[in-house]
């Protein structure tokens, strides 16, 4: 076996959620290309069945479940729903995310419930659901999306829901990790820098010190430079890989 068969996800059936546009779009162009049969988990259903069709359009196989990460039911009706299309869940990407800018002296109360529902109870939630097929099935990778803005404080916005969020899915991916690694279930998570996505407002002038010129390598990265490391961490490649946090961040984190 080459080294390069490792990354091969032939015949395993992925669940990539957000995975309609942005960094998920691009993991779940990834692990189709490794082989894998991906199903696009978003709310949009417009949105999630054009990623469908560019994969088809490409070769690849895919599906979409429409999904809202924060409601159990969904998730439960998509582990059914993928299951009976594809079979079960070898992969599961905990991609789905959101973030806003929050003023900590009169962020409402329902505004941080809601961010905390998508990306940690969703989080939570999904990984639960789904790992009790692994478990049982002893075998299965999850990827968490989790950011650097769990490490570090970012400036000058303030978004300290999000930056506890994501602290918050890089500790809950060492807890399962070492909960479930007796049943081969391995638990990994991603913490990516700036990133050009709909959900980072990026190109603002006023955010290009902090966001662009800090940056040791003085730029953001793009969606296809955050898959690789999840094909890494979802395919026997990292078969000994479980608890990491892996930081993709052009150097951010480094002062
Ligand atoms: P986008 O806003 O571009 O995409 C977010 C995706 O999540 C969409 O596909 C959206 O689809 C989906 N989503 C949002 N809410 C839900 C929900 N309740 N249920 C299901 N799906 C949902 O974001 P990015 O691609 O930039 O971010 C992806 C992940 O990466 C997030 O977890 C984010 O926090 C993280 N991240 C991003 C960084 C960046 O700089 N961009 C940096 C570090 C981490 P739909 O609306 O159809 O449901």
Known sequence: MSVLDKFRLDGRVAVVTGGNRGIGRGIAQALAEAGATVAIAARDEERNERAVAELHAAGLQAFAVRVDVSERSDLERMVEEVTRTAG?????????????????????????????????????????????????????????????SGLIVNRPQWHSPYGV?????????????????????????????????EIADIDLPEYRHYWVDEVPMQRYASPDEISPCALYLASDASSFVTGSVMVVDGGYTLW
């Not at 099935?137 to 989790?146: A, K, Q």
């Not at 909960?179 to 990133?195: D, L, Q, T």
């Open 165 to 197: 969020s994501k602290a918050a899915v890089h500790h809950l991916t060492r807890s399962l990790a070492a909960e479930w690694a007796p049943s081969k279930v391995r638990v990994n998570a991603i913490a990516p820098g700036y990133v050009k996505t």
């Open 88 to 148: 079960p869940v070898d992969v599961l990407v905990n991609n789905a995310g959101i973030g806003f800018h929050a003023d900590a002296l009169t962020l409402p109360d329902d505004e941080w419930d809601r961010l905390f529902a998508v990306n940690l109870q969703g989080v939570w939630k999904a990984s639960q659901v789904v790992a009790r097929q692994m478990v049982e099935r002893r075998t299965g990778s999850i990827v968490n999306i989790g950011s650097m």
